[in-house]
């Protein structure tokens, strides 16, 4: 299976060198670099702010990236910290995050993580309140918009940073 | 029919052994899967050991999230390195063609997008859609001739 890995390997290799040319022209990700040790490539972290006109729109956001054995024929797996982000489709107490993209039945391997990020950061500004993970926020988006952006902004200022 | 009259000869042959049947059930299963197995299966149940049933239903229920038949990949059509320019690049892994020496490039039937063999193969394991534009690679029906790629693969230890 050594050419499974190898796949892998020069993939995000690609990957790095084109992040480092293209990340100045994606002003709202502040960052987007390999985590921990950062020799294998296999973790990421990225850091973004919120889209405008959103109540995301002062905050600045983090997630982690995990880049699988079978990448890039395997989605990403992307999540934010827990009680980091408060949103329809992002579970507030694990930062699991629910986006169709990330989905193997969707999933091609054509998206790179510039494409994931940026994804992720849409999703914030139009939440898919057809298959929500917090129902009862989801509920509130599509009833009452200004009870939604309170809740978001007053969970959002209170989390410990 | 015939395959039932075979199968019915290796039961009644002392020298059977359980293995032995098992492996000419599966056999007969997945020679007739383009066709309802749902006839063939009623028939054999009360013969089929109960783990063998599970094994089949589990096949039957996971076939929608199956790639290509195994060969598929390999008789796709090959591109001629003449036809690659120097910027070419697989979209899977990310490499230029042409760093390779000896590139094994491959299109796909009806929408013509190129990958490398091996990252394609990869793929198509799981999927049956092109990954840039998710055209279905099977809806073309074009017949896969795997003789051709045996014989292809038995020209490359002379060749």
């Not at chain 1, 290799?13 to 994606?26: D, G, V």
């Not at chain 2, 000869?9 to 359980?18: A, F, K, N």
Request: glycine share 4%; with cysteine.
């Amino acid at each position: 299976m050594v050419h499974r890995a190898n796949n892998r390997a020069s993939r995000m290799l690609a990957e790095y060198k084109q992040i480092r040319e293209q990340l100045q022209s994606h002003e709202s990700i502040l960052m987007l670099c390999p985590a921990g040790d950062g020799g294998s490539l296999s973790k990421w972290e990225a850091q973004f702010c919120g889209p405008e006109n959103t109540p995301y729109a002062d905050f600045t956001f983090t997630l982690s990236i995990e880049i699988p054995e079978m990448y890039p024929n395997e989605p990403p797996n992307c999540r934010f910290p827990p009680n980091h982000i408060c949103h329809p489709n992002i579970k507030w107490s694990t930062g699991e995050v629910c986006l169709d993209l990330l989905k193997h039945e969707t999933w091609s391997p054509m998206y790179n993580l510039l494409q994931v990020v940026e994804a992720i950061r849409t999703l914030l500004a139009e939440p898919g309140v057809d298959s929500p993970l917090d129902v009862d926020l989801a509920k509130l988006y599509s009833v009452d918009k200004q009870a939604y952006q309170g809740l978001v902004t007053y969970r959002l200022c209170s989390r410990t940073l | 029919m015939n395959m039932i009259t075979n199968l019915v000869h290796y039961i009644l042959d002392e020298h059977s052994t359980r293995t032995g049947l098992r492996s000419q059930l599966n056999e007969m299963f997945f020679s007739n899967s383009t066709s309802d197995n749902s006839a063939l299966f009623q028939v054999l149940t009360q013969l089929i050991p109960e783990e063998l049933q599970q094994e089949w239903l589990e096949w039957i229920s996971d076939g929608e999230k199956r790639g290509v038949p195994e060969g598929f990949s390999d008789s796709l059509p090959r591109v001629a390195t003449t036809h690659l320019s120097p910027d070419d690049t697989c979209a899977i892994c990310c490499c230029v063609y042409l760093e390779d020496s000896y590139p094994l490039v491959v299109k796909l039937p009806n929408c013509n997008h190129k990958f490398d063999l091996q990252c394609i193969t990869l793929w198509l394991s799981k999927s049956s859609t092109c990954p840039m534009c998710r055209n279905d690679v099977m809806s073309s029906k074009t017949k896969i001739d795997t003789s051709m790629v045996e014989l292809e693969e038995d020209w490359g230890m002379y060749g």
